[in-house]
């Protein structure tokens, strides 16, 4: 039963490429592919030449004295904005795409908690 070959396999897609099929994948590397090096060399550039070294520098200086807080002050978050945005554009170059999680019960204590098993070993996997 472990041999049978009458299983298909999930992964491997035996379906015929059409010269349709053809036209659309090419059309769309040769579309996609550029806007998103574009993209993705634009927000490294900025990440690495502008936002890393300044923000980092504004972080350390404006946090001092509010680690006692628990909340970064209003100019750090501000500061990490262009930063999260240039980190989503990494993302979206690479095929992720960001979708915002709004929450609308209205009693914020009324959460249910989230129990998670951690694997020991590669059978718990």
Known sequence: ALLDNTVPNPFVNE???TLYAMLKAVLCF??????RLVVLLFACLVLIAVFLPLVNLMA????TGHEEAGQLPVIVEMLFAPL???LRM???????????????????TQR???LVANHCSIMDV
């Open 15 to 17: 379906y015929p490429w």
């Open 60 to 63: 350390w200086l404006l946090r």
């Open 112 to 114: 249910p908690k989230i």
């Open 90 to 108: 990494v993302l979206w170059s690479f095929g992720f795409w960001w979708i915002p999680v709004t929450d609308h019960r209205k009693e914020k």
């Open 30 to 35: 040769l579309v996609l592919v550029p806007i």
């Open 84 to 86: 999260r945005l240039a």
